[in-house]
């Protein structure tokens, strides 16, 4: 029980759900992150350490860039939460919007030949007004 009760409480917040269904589908850095959500560094940041140190996400660096993904090594109990939570979320206009977004974001940035802070804050204001 106390292992779903950390998950629930882990996944109360709505930022961190958007951020943990987009690294379930693709692999992304911080940047592209914010680029699609909206949110601001430290708060991508800490989100994806909370889900790190929870044991649901991994990384991997590529040069300056860290690298998050969904991770290999989840629990039974994880995998069950987690497959229950992407099915209750199949079709959420907010996911689903993030999910468009991610197309957006590696297309803008395979057009400007860059991913950094610079070329995807450019993206945001194109993205969020």
Do not use: W
């Not at 969904?70 to 497959?83: A, D, W, Y």
């Amino acid at each position: 029980m106390n292992e779903i009760l950390r998950l629930m409480k882990l996944f109360s917040d709505p930022l961190r759900i958007r951020v943990f269904m987009l690294i379930c589908k693709n692999e992304l850095c911080v940047c592209q992150i914010m680029a699609i959500t909206g949110a601001s560094q430290p708060l991508v940041s800490r989100n994806l350490g909370l889900l790190r140190n929870a044991g649901l996400v991994s990384t991997r660096r590529e040069k300056k860039l860290l690298f998050y993904s969904l991770s290999e090594e989840l629990t039974p109990i994880q995998r069950k939460f987690i497959n229950t939570l992407i099915e209750l979320l199949e079709g959420d206009p907010v996911i689903t919007a993030d999910r468009h977004r991610i197309v957006e974001c590696e297309e803008f940035q395979k057009k400007t030949g860059r991913c950094d802070m610079k070329a995807l804050k450019r993206f945001m204001q194109e993205v969020h007004g």
